[in-house]
């Protein structure tokens, strides 16, 4: 779905456009989303398989939760936003916990650049699974992973084709995150 965003320059900062979110990526110019990963007491972590009909790493397991901000939009609205439309589950802002913004940039072609911030969050996920009601045309299937199997795949990279290409940073980060809060 095509929305406007706001854009931003390399260094976070806003330049005042609002845009189509489609000429952004065409024009490869940065702007913000919200990354929500949920995980479980019993040390699992959800993981989204991207729709097959995504124009960027289509079928490949992703963050819980992830979506862009919109133009003028608030992060918390977008975080909250998001978790509703993609997993139908109703989560307040309270409960999240920011673990930082994480500036993202992959040329997929000459007429797709993704340059974004990821403003990421973890939060408990207090259903269970098959409750979840996964949005059709976002998400392929949803997965609880063993916190321990989805560090070793993605820290290592040991199954690089499995999982969106973020960086290893990134993924650092999030697992660290969830540990301390486990």
Do not use: C
């Not at 930082?100 to 340059?115: A, V």
């Amino acid at each position: 779905m095509d929305e406007l965003i706001d854009i931003y320059n390399a260094d976070r900062i806003t330049t005042g456009k609002t845009v189509l979110k489609s000429i952004a990526h065409k024009n490869g110019w940065f702007h913000q989303t919200v990354h929500i990963w949920f995980y479980t007491s019993d040390r699992k972590i959800l993981v989204q398989q991207r729709g097959k009909h995504k124009s960027v790493f289509p079928l490949l397991w992703d963050v819980s939760v992830a979506g862009h901000i919109g133009a003028g939009e608030k992060i918390e609205d977008a975080a909250i936003r998001e978790i509703e439309e993609e997993i139908g589950l109703q989560v307040n802002f309270n409960d999240l916990k920011k673990i930082g913004i994480f500036k993202s940039e992959h040329k997929h072609s000459e007429t797709l650049i993704d340059r974004e911030f990821h403003h990421t969050f973890i939060v408990k996920l207090q259903t269970q699974l098959k409750q979840l009601i996964k949005q059709e045309s976002e998400v392929e299937a949803l997965a609880l992973t063993p916190l321990l199997k989805f560090s070793e795949e993605t820290w290592g990279l040991a199954n690089p084709k499995k999982y969106v290409p973020h960086s290893t940073d990134y993924y650092k980060t999030v697992i660290k995150a969830i540990k301390k809060e486990l």
